[in-house]
C-alpha cells in the first residue's frame, strides 16, 4: 500500500458545473476525513466516516456538498453548481480504528473554477 | 470552539542552524493532543511530531522537539541542524481527546525556509 490516494490531482471547471472527487485510503484505515485548504491558509475540517457512517460534518459543508463513502472503502465527495469561492485543495487523510494515531493525509485534488 | 494560531506566517534559518516555531492554542478541554505536519512544495502532508496534553515529557523525534506550556496553551516546535529538505508549510493542528471526536484543527501555517 502505497498511502493515501486521491483522484485527480487538478481539476479546472466552469462555475456551474459538478464535480467529484475520489480519495482512496490506506486498506486497513477505517476512518476518512475530507479538509478543504485555501491558499496560504491551513486545511479545514469538512467531513469524517467511520467505516461507511458519515459522523461529523462542518458548517462549511453546505448542501452543495455531499461526500459519500458507500462500502466503507474509497470516499467520494462532490460540488454540485460550483462557485468560484469553491476554488481550493480538498485533501483526504485517514486513519486506523484502534488508538488514537495520526492521520495520513493525501496529496489533495486542486479544484480551479472559472 | 478550538483555535490554534501561528503567528509567523513566514521564518527563514541558516543551514545547520536552530529554529523555532510558535503556535498557541484555545480550549476548555484538559485531555487533548498536539501535532505539528510538514507540507512541501505540491507534497502531502505528514506527521513530524505528536504531544499528548496529559505527557509532561516534550517529544522529541531526532532532530525535531516540542516545548508544550500547557497552562500557557503554547506548543512550540524547534528544529535543530537544519537541511535543506526542512523547507516547507509547517502546521500546527489540534485533536480533542473525547470520544468520537477525530477532527484536526488547524493553524494558518508558517513558511520555512532554509537559507544555504
Known amino acids: 500500500d502505497t498511502g493515501v490516494s486521491q483522484d485527480p490531482r487538478h481539476k479546472i471547471t466552469k462555475r456551474g458545473q459538478n464535480v467529484t472527487f475520489r480519495c482512496d485510503p490506506i486498506?486497513?484505515?477505517?476512518?476518512l476525513y475530507w479538509y478543504r485548504q485555501t491558499l496560504g491558509q491551513g486545511p479545514e475540517f469538512l467531513t469524517y466516516?467511520?467505516?461507511?457512517?458519515?459522523?461529523?460534518k462542518s458548517r462549511l459543508l453546505s448542501d452543495r456538498f455531499s461526500a459519500e463513502r458507500p462500502k466503507g472503502s474509497f470516499s467520494t465527495l462532490e460540488i454540485q453548481r460550483t462557485e468560484q469561492g469553491d476554488s481550493a485543495m480538498y485533501l483526504c487523510?485517514?486513519?486506523?480504528?484502534?488508538?488514537?494515531?495520526?492521520?495520513?493525509f493525501g496529496q489533495g485534488t486542486r479544484l480551479t473554477v472559472v | 470552539a478550538q483555535t490554534v494560531t501561528q503567528s509567523q506566517p513566514e521564518m527563514s534559518v541558516q543551514e545547520a542552524e536552530t529554529v523555532t516555531l510558535s503556535c498557541t492554542y484555545d480550549?476548555?478541554?484538559?485531555?487533548?493532543?498536539l501535532f505539528w505536519y510538514k507540507q512541501p512544495p505540491s507534497r502531502q502532508m505528514i506527521l513530524v511530531i505528536r504531544?499528548?496534553?496529559?505527557?509532561?515529557q516534550n517529544a522529541t523525534e531526532n532532530r525535531f522537539s516540542v516545548n508544550f506550556q500547557k497552562a500557557a496553551k503554547s506548543f512550540s516546535l524547534k528544529i535543530s541542524d537544519s537541511q535543506l529538505g526542512d523547507a516547507a508549510m509547517y502546521f500546527c493542528?489540534?485533536?480533542?481527546?473525547?470520544?468520537?471526536?477525530?477532527?484536526?484543527?488547524f493553524g494558518q501555517g508558517t513558511r520555512l525556509t532554509i537559507n544555504p
Open positions: 487523510a485517514s486513519s486506523p480504528r484502534v488508538g488514537n494515531t495520526e492521520a495520513f
Open positions: 486498506s486497513e484505515h477505517n476512518r
Open positions: 466516516f467511520q467505516n461507511e457512517a458519515q459522523l461529523e
Open positions: 480550549t476548555s478541554e484538559s485531555d487533548y493532543y
Open positions: 504531544q499528548e496534553a496529559y505527557k509532561q
Open positions: 493542528a489540534y485533536r480533542s481527546a473525547s470520544s468520537g471526536a477525530q477532527k484536526l484543527v
